[in-house]
């Protein structure tokens, strides 16, 4: 038997060659396909783990309670003091602004908690509302038909309860909060509100939201001057956050802020990329809700790719038309823009992110930069 398998494998040692080598490659394209699927999927999680939880506003940030967040406005004058107020909307939605397109199961039953504070949200007494010089300042938060109000004799923090984001068959959903200053406001004064959702977890709601927290936010008023930034800023999260640039595939480039701004972001497309379903339009239509006249990327198609256009000196450029005051804009005062490594051998220190610099004036470790033009924006 064993003279009879020796003489078979001298005589077919060819095909017994060329089975091995393609069982070794099918067993190889088998390692590879699930390696690759294995990454595909890690991303895809990581992907989802970035979304951010379904309970989520264009205000309130999850703990907040001690965050500030600023809006700018042109102090009012003559009879428009005593008529007008500053209006700051705030809404709550029951889906993460990183994915507009996946909502939350059921309805977010809650209640709203409302308190003057000053900017680091140390309590504030009501009574500091009185003024002898501009007035006796107000502040109320309407909600649907109804409203809650501040004055120099209330209580300094107030409860709006019996809130539902409701669950809609056709999707998302959504509550506006509008927090009015009176137009006589004193902007020396330091009197801020914060607003602070509670998830109502007693009752028959007692195990439901484990996967929800609940948002806050300080919000005051600040008075634009020419000479004075209307609180419009960007920045790469992860080199706020202390982290290496080295490491990661790639970045999170956050412009946040109140009032009207132009922020032009220039980057160097042979270094970095930016995702491009931040600005790209499929049939007027953009996958983050974008007008149109809301973030501008001027590209061009070459032998069927489409890029951003590239200056003579290399630098491609979007602009965003921030206005956070607009209905239009959803109030919008924030974008999440994703960046990526090209693939560069050059690793970026942290000076790759830069701000109100001109292009020309660019070093070679600078790949992004960011120029912001503050506009004026009234009260309403």
Not at 43 to 61: E, P, R, W
Not at 112 to 127: C, D, F, K, M, R
Not at 312 to 322: E, K, R, V, Y
């Amino acid at each position: 038997m064993k003279k009879n398998i020796m003489s078979f494998i001298k005589k077919q040692w060819l095909l017994i060659w060329t089975v091995a080598c393609a069982f070794l490659l099918l067993t190889m394209y088998v390692s590879a396909e699930y390696s690759a699927r294995a990454n595909t999927m890690k991303k895809v999680v990581v992907a989802t783990a970035d979304q951010g939880q379904m309970f989520s506003s264009n205000y309130l940030i999850p703990n907040g309670d001690n965050n500030y967040q600023a809006k700018y406005v042109s102090a009012y004058t003559g009879e428009a003091r005593n008529t007008s107020t500053y209006s700051v909307d705030v809404f709550l939605y029951n889906y993460s602004t990183s994915n507009i397109y996946d909502y939350y199961g059921e309805a977010i039953y809650y209640s709203i908690e409302v308190e003057l504070t000053n900017q680091n949200g140390v309590a504030v007494a009501a009574s500091a509302l009185a003024d002898s010089v501009n007035g006796d300042a107000t502040v109320s938060v309407y909600y649907g038909s109804n409203h809650i109000d501040f004055d120099k004799n209330s209580a300094r923090s107030q409860t709006i309860s019996g809130q539902i984001l409701p669950h809609e068959e056709s999707g998302t959903s959504e509550k506006k909060y509008s927090v009015r200053f009176s137009g006589n406001w004193n902007f020396d004064k330091d009197i801020c509100v914060r607003i602070k959702t509670v998830l109502t977890k007693t009752g028959e709601h007692a195990n439901k939201y484990k996967d929800l927290v609940d948002i806050s936010r300080i919000i005051g008023l600040k008075q634009n001057n020419s000479s004075q930034s209307n609180g419009w800023d960007a920045y790469i999260s992860e080199i706020r956050e202390g982290k290496g640039v080295s490491t990661p595939d790639g970045f999170n480039l956050i412009v946040t802020g109140s009032g009207q701004a132009t922020v032009t972001i220039k980057w160097k497309p042979d270094k970095i990329a930016i995702n491009r379903s931040f600005y790209q339009f499929i049939d007027g239509v953009n996958i983050n809700g974008y007008l149109s006249t809301e973030v501008v990327c001027t590209e061009t198609t070459v032998e069927g790719v489409t890029n951003p256009v590239i200056d003579s000196d290399g630098w491609a450029t979007l602009t965003i038309n921030a206005n956070a005051n607009s209905l239009a804009q959803n109030y919008r005062n924030r974008y999440g823009i994703q960046v990526y490594k090209t693939g560069s051998e050059t690793q970026p220190t942290t000076d790759f992110f830069a701000k109100d610099k001109d292009t020309s004036e660019a070093s070679e470790n600078e790949w992004i930069i960011v120029n912001i033009e503050s506009s004026q924006s009234s009260g309403t």
